[in-house]
């Protein structure tokens, strides 16, 4: 059993930054399959960001160049910096892993 508990998201303006965290506690052998996802009002759920290998990362083409994903292997955690932050980021952000989700922490781009 795989507990995950996502936190970092907030109210930012456009431009912003923010930083999420995914704390991961249970029966975790592969921090690098853990993902991002995100879900607007409105929309499907769609895969933000996650680790292929060690030397390649995958990207929303939306968040390219913006979204950074990292891990810190001690803490079982997974990050999400954002930067350069748009209305479209709106949605709230899940944690995944394999088959395990977080309950979701909200994103709000907005002046």
């Known amino acids: 059993q795989v507990e995950l508990v996502e936190s970092g998201g907030g109210l930012v303006q456009p431009g912003g930054s923010l930083k999420l965290s995914c704390v991961a506690s249970?029966?975790?052998?592969?921090?690098?399959?853990m993902r991002w996802y995100r879900q607007a009002p409105g929309k499907q759920r769609e895969l933000v960001a996650s680790i292929i290998s060690d030397a390649y990362r995958y990207y929303a083409d939306s968040v390219k160049g913006r979204f950074t994903i990292t891990t810190d292997n001690a803490k079982n955690t997974v990050y999400l910096q954002m930067n350069g932050l748009k209305p479209d980021d709106t949605a709230v952000y899940y944690c995944?892993?394999?088959?395990?989700w977080g309950q979701g922490t909200q994103v709000t781009v907005s002046s």
């Open positions: 249970g029966s975790i052998f592969d921090i690098k399959r």
């Open positions: 995944n892993y394999i088959v395990s």
